[in-house]
C-alpha cells in the first residue's frame, strides 16, 4: 500500500531524540496540518489532536474527533480528549512497582491505582514545538518533552517525542519515540482520541460498525487490572473478530466496554499490524488501524457525563469511542507481558498509521 509519496514522509520521521528547551503555558497554542480537503488540528498541551476533518460520503466537511472550543478547557480536562497518554499509560495497581529492586510509589490518581502517568502525566504538561511545516509535501509537527528524574514517582529523565504527519490525503501517521537518560524505567505511551466518525456531534457511536484484528484479550479485575490471563474473545462480548455494531452487545457488560485486545501479530511483534477498522454507514467514513503496538484498548466512554464540547456539543456515555494501542495494562506486575522496561540503550518506538476512506453515494 506504500507508494512513493508516503515512503518519502516516512524516511522523513527518521529523526534523533536530542535537546529539549522546556516550554511554558504561554507557548500553548494550536498547530495545524493540511493536505487537500483532510486537516488535522493540534495542541502542544499534552501532545493532543483537537480537531480531525474530512469530508463525508456527500462531501461536507465534518470533526470527527471530541474536543473543546478553547486550549484553557483542555488544561482542566480531565477525559484526555485528544492526548498523548504517558510516563505509563492505562493503569499500575496499587500505585508502586519494583524494577532491579527497588520499589518506586507513583501518585494514585484513579483509586488506589496509577491510571495514564499519574495527577499529572505527559497529557497534562506543555511540549516544546520542535518543528511545524504546516503545508510542505509531507505536513508534520513533532513535540517534544523532557519528563523528569522522580516525576509522578517514575525513575530516571527521559526525552519524549510525538511526531504527527500527514503522509497522503486522508492518512495520518504517529510516531512515538522515548529515551531512558540516565536510569531502566517503564514507557508505555498511547493516543487517546475519542472517535466519532458520524461528526463530535452527532450522537453516539452504538450504530458504528467496529472489527478488531485481535483473537485474545486481557480479562480485568474490579478495578480493571488484568487478572494475568490471556483469553480467547470467542464467544464473549469482546469478539470484533467479524464486522460488528459497537452496541451489539454491550448491554452485557456493565460499564461498556474498557478492554486490552491483544492484536494479532501476522508479521512478528514489532511490524505494523492492522489492529481495528472502524466504519459509519450515515457519514460514509471509514478509517483504517495499523500500528506496531502489541495491545489495543477499546474505550466506549460510560463515563463521559454532559461533558460541554466543541461547537456547544455536549458529550454522553458513547459520545465517541476510544482505539488506544499500547502496551498491555499494569505489565509492571505481568512478566508475562510485553516487558514496557526501557534503558539508556534501548530507544522506545511506537507507530500509528490512521487512514480514512468515504465511501461515495450511490448514484441512481
Ligand atoms: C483548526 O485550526 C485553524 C488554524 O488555527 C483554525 O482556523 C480552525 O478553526 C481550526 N479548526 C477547528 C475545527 O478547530
Ligand atoms: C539491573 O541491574 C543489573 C546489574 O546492575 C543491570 O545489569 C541491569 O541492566 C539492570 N536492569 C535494569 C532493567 O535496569
Redesign the pocket.
Known amino acids: 500500500m506504500a507508494n512513493l509519496s508516503q515512503l518519502l514522509c516516512f524516511i522523513f520521521v527518521a529523526f534523533a531524540l536530542l535537546h529539549v528547551s522546556s516550554a511554558n503555558e504561554a507557548n500553548v497554542g494550536i498547530y495545524q496540518i493540511k493536505k487537500g480537503n483532510f486537516y488535522v488540528n493540534l495542541t502542544n498541551w499534552g501532545a493532543r489532536i483537537t480537531s480531525i476533518v474530512l469530508p463525508d460520503k456527500q462531501g461536507n466537511l465534518g470533526d470527527i474527533v471530541l474536543g473543546y472550543d478553547t486550549l484553557d478547557e483542555y488544561k482542566t480536562d480531565t477525559s484526555y480528549f485528544g492526548a498523548i497518554v504517558g510516563r505509563v499509560a492505562n493503569r499500575i495497581k496499587g500505585a508502586q512497582f519494583t524494577?532491579?529492586d527497588t520499589t518506586y510509589n507513583l501518585v494514585a490518581n484513579d483509586g488506589k491505582n496509577t491510571l495514564h502517568g499519574g495527577q499529572k502525566g505527559f497529557s497534562d504538561v506543555v511540549w516544546q514545538v520542535k518543528k511545524h511545516s504546516p503545508a510542505s509535501h509531507c505536513p508534520y509537527v513533532r513535540f517534544h518533552y523532557q519528563s523528569a528524574d522522580g516525576e509522578q514517582g517514575f525513575p530516571g529523565k527521559v526525552i519524549v517525542s510525538v511526531n504527527y504527519m500527514i503522509t497522503v490525503e486522508n492518512q495520518l501517521s504517529v510516531t512515538m519515540k522515548a529515551k531512558a537518560l540516565n536510569k531502566?524505567t517503564p514507557v508505555n505511551l498511547a493516543q487517546h482520541t475519542y472517535w466519532n466518525l458520524g461528526g463530535h456531534n452527532s450522537g453516539d457511536i452504538l450504530s458504528e460498525t467496529l472489527q478488531i484484528f485481535a483473537s485474545q484479550y486481557t480479562p480485568v479485575d474490579s478495578e480493571l487490572i488484568p487478572t494475568g490471563e490471556i483469553a480467547p474473545v470467542k464467544g464473549t462480548p469482546y469478539d470484533f473478530g467479524e464486522p460488528q455494531t459497537v452496541g451489539s452487545r454491550i448491554d452485557q457488560l456493565p460499564n461498556g466496554y474498557d478492554i486490552n485486545y491483544v492484536v494479532d501479530a501476522e508479521g512478528g511483534p514489532r511490524t505494523m499490524k492492522k489492529a481495528a477498522i472502524l466504519s459509519d454507514s450515515k457519514s460514509g467514513r471509514v478509517m483504517e488501524l495499523r500500528t506496531s503496538a502489541p495491545g489495543l484498548q477499546l474505550y466506549t466512554a460510560d463515563k463521559l457525563k454532559d461533558i460541554k464540547g466543541k461547537n456547544g456539543a455536549v458529550y454522553k456515555p458513547h459520545a465517541g469511542l476510544c482505539l488506544e494501542t499500547q502496551g498491555f495494562p499494569d505489565s509492571l506486575h505481568h512478566p508475562d507481558f510485553p516487558s514496557q522496561?526501557i534503558?539508556p540503550k534501548k530507544t522506545y518506538k511506537h507507530f500509528i498509521l490512521y487512514t480514512f476512506k468515504t465511501t461515495k453515494p450511490s448514484t441512481n
Do not use: Q, V
Open positions: 524494577l532491579n531502566a522496561i534503558t
